[in-house]
């Protein structure tokens, strides 16, 4: 157990169908990021937010739309998405997002087949 | 842009031995950091490496960094079955996020 908890671990989803993934850590980090690992690529940073504020967009499709209620708690909401969107999603958190003296906490994520 | 390669891309030793791997990024940095990733799972920060430094050591650990190389190599001493893994560096490249390379997959056989 690393501080950040992932749900769920694993989802299976159809093209049309709508789900969430949630990340939640109370390690009292100020910063939490999704990031998409696919097979063979180098992580891919999807969102950033600092403070519960979206810092960071990184040309994600709108299929992905993510949530930060509290700095406590991180969202992933998924809508009709593709079969190449199958990939292990991971949620990091950090002690401040403009000081990377620390490194990033991770949890274990959340490996989505879309079908 | 990939900011940081890891080299090279599979090791397979035996146990006991020492495994080393590389990574070379394209942009000044303020620090490097290495974590390690079980099959699967999630990424665990193993040792953050600030520019100014030239060695860092952690148990059976040893990063070095080389800016002037733009590279990096993580050494881990008398491995064990359970040090396999996947092993990533990141770096910040004088921005506010850690970009990570593609990873070495390192298979450690008893």
């Known amino acids: 157990e690393t501080g950040v908890t992932q749900t769920p671990r694993h989802l299976v989803m159809g093209m049309t169908n709508k789900k969430s993934l949630k990340c939640e850590q109370h390690?009292?980090?100020?910063?939490m990021y999704w990031y998409k690992q696919s097979a063979k690529k180098p992580l891919e940073l999807m969102f950033v937010y600092s403070l519960e504020e979206r810092v960071e967009n990184n040309s994600v499709p709108s299929r992905f739309s993510p949530e930060c209620p509290n700095s406590s708690h991180l969202f992933l909401h998924l809508h009709t998405l593709q079969p190449e969107d199958s990939a292990l999603y991971l949620c990091?958190?950090?002690?401040?997002?403009?000081?990377?003296?620390?490194?990033?906490?991770f949890g274990s994520g959340t490996r989505l087949t879309v079908v | 842009s990939q900011q940081g390669e890891e080299d090279p891309q599979a090791l397979s030793i035996q146990e006991g031995e020492n495994a080393t791997m590389n990574c070379s990024y394209k942009t000044s940095i303020n620090n490097l950091q290495w974590y390690r990733q079980n099959s699967g799972r999630g990424l665990v920060h193993l040792i953050l490496i600030r520019s100014n430094e030239r060695e860092k050591h952690s148990g059976r650990l040893r990063v070095t960094l080389d800016t002037s190389k733009k590279s990096s190599s993580l050494l881990i001493t008398a491995s064990r079955a359970a040090d396999t893994a996947s092993y990533f560096c990141a770096t910040d490249a004088y921005t506010d996020k850690l970009i990570f390379g593609t990873g070495t997959r390192l298979q450690v056989f008893p």
């Open positions: 990091a958190s950090s002690q401040d997002f403009q000081r990377l003296n620390y490194g990033y906490t």
């Open positions: 390690l009292g980090h100020n910063a």
